[in-house]
């Protein structure tokens, strides 16, 4: 099946969860209610909640947490993401100004807590205690992620774990949990949960790196912010830190980082220097072998057709251009 | 009992949940751990845990809920408080430099959702859905109050209603949840976890409409803050909206507000003619009020030891000068 035909299949389900985020945001205040819904509206492909749904395959996927926690983990994720930007101090997302763009850095803060105060409301109908202490777990680990964000912003000289460390926290292990949870909420055997988890994370390993790269060589258009953003908001990511191994181009790179001086050309230059390096081809191997490590996992999956549709998403992931 | 007498009472149990909270904020990161430390050692009087304690003595204090519902509230409160310095823009308090002067707003942010995840992690292990039920509902209302905030910052026009759910949503809540939950987790009879809501509910109404009067009549050294602080932040607290009601003193307040090039020595006389103007004595009249109402409530409390307790508490709200 391909990746059209697993969202086809799974409209039903995600028409509702798109129901229930619409309803859960809904506040009695409108600039609050603006930014969260211009948040919602600015789409994204719901991947959380499709990977929740596919692993509730493996049990009951009638059970009545299973949407629930499709929407709380999307809330999550979008809370994330409006406190993300005042930290990188993003001013486009998905071709969209962001929150703290369009209003301030405050109302991006109270939108996110908001957005999060909801989600932990809606976690507290989870029926048993495990899943609510993996999320709540999992909440605490990416807060952590965050502050480390801040303190890796334009330190050139972290190293390769400090970077795997951040992605985890920042993408891999809310996906990771997704699969997991959707086991774990349909009640499918304890060691597929697991198993799950672990798809999870080495998919949105290697999705976070082509994150990575696209960001250097896609079109603006493509990525509805300008080309080399991350690099520009001092977030040094895997092509900037295998390209800084490179002695004939480190010291350029190093320079404009450490610049407060730093002009438009001079960022355009790095970009240009890291785009054109054999960094981007080390990046791509990189999330190629994670990309690997998620199809292992399948393997000792049963065979079912959540099993091939988690592959195709994986085939997507390996292919995806932008 | 005194109100010095009722800590020491509380002693042992107070010092294991400080050492509780200690262990909570522990985190492997320089910052984070020294702004989430600072906070902590600022102090302030441990209010909530102390009603936490209190209304467990209702039912059975020894329940090992009861110490970890405290160091839950505290932590929220001090999230809180991080994230409300941002929308404040805060430079002191408690005469100690907020964690937004410190670093700057975004280590803020990430500090309060760090403190705030926390929080959510340990209200995992809450036994029964009540308590986390009440206690997540409740973050949700306080975190539309931090909206609001911003909404009504600099809004002369605002009524009463307004800043009195302001106050409810940014005080009194918490402290109104403080006493519930004591009774609630020791497994007090419910209708006394109710009354004990309203207690906190209405001493928490006056203990915030006092610290907004002391914010005007009191000195910089008793405040840890220069006086007149929320009037300069935009935050029209009770004093202000009673003087903005006598004719004489109107015009030259909203100038005053609505101008973007006052001066210190502007405020400085508008919070001198708010200070030394009927709307003090206006403000304690209602603050005593609620306090009444408290009273009130503790009438149909059983005679008990903490009952006793919370009279002295309100007694102290009411007397209290800084």
């Known amino acids: 099946m391909s990746l059209v035909g697993i969202y086809k299949d799974l409209k039903r389900d995600l028409n509702d969860i798109e129901k229930q985020l619409e309803l859960t945001i809904a506040a009695d205040h409108p600039v609050l209610y603006k930014a969260a819904f211009d948040l919602l509206k600015a789409g994204g492909k719901r991947i959380r ?64 807590d908001f957005i999060f105060a909801r989600a932990v409301d809606l976690m507290t109908d989870f029926e048993g205690a495990e899943a609510h202490q993996l999320l709540s777990a999992g909440v605490m680990e990416m807060s952590l992620g965050e502050i480390e964000q801040i303190k890796d912003q ?5 190293n390769l774990r400090r970077y795997l460390l951040r992605i985890k926290r920042k993408t891999a292990l809310l996906m990771a949990l997704s699969c997991q949870l959707g086991a774990v909420t349909s009640g499918a055997p304890a060691n597929v949960g697991k198993r799950l988890y672990y798809f999870g994370y080495f998919m949105g390993m290697s999705y976070q790196i082509t994150d990575d790269i696209l960001d250097f060589v896609s079109t603006e258009k493509q990525l509805g912010k300008p080309a080399g953003s991350d690099l520009k908001q001092g977030n040094i990511t895997l092509p900037t830190l295998y390209a800084l191994k490179q002695p004939e181009m480190r010291d350029r790179i190093v320079q404009v980082l450490e610049s ?51 592959r195709q998403i994986a085939d997507y992931i390996g292919k995806r251009k932008y």
């Not at 929740?52 to 049990?59: C, K």
């Not at 993401?81 to 405050?106: C, F, M, P, S, Y």
């Not at 970009?271 to 996992?297: D, F, G, P």
């Open 49 to 112: 909640p499709v990977l929740v749904l596919l692993s509730s395959q493996y049990g009951d996927k009638k059970s009545p947490s299973v949407h629930k926690t499709a929407v709380t983990l999307e809330l999550i994720h979008m809370a994330s993401l409006v406190h993300d930007d005042v930290i990188d101090n993003a001013e486009l997302r998905r071709g969209k100004k962001t929150v703290k763009a369009k209003w301030d850095n405050r109302v991006a803060m109270y939108t996110g």
């Open 154 to 158: 334009y330190n050139w000289q972290q």
């Open 260 to 310: 407060d001086l730093a002009t438009d050309d001079d960022w355009q230059e790095v970009i240009s220097l890291i785009k054109n390096s054999k960094a981007i081809s080390l990046s791509q191997e990189l999330s190629e072998r994670y990309l690997m490590k998620a199809y292992q996992v399948l393997k000792d999956l049963p065979d079912h057709a959540a099993t091939r549709s988690f």
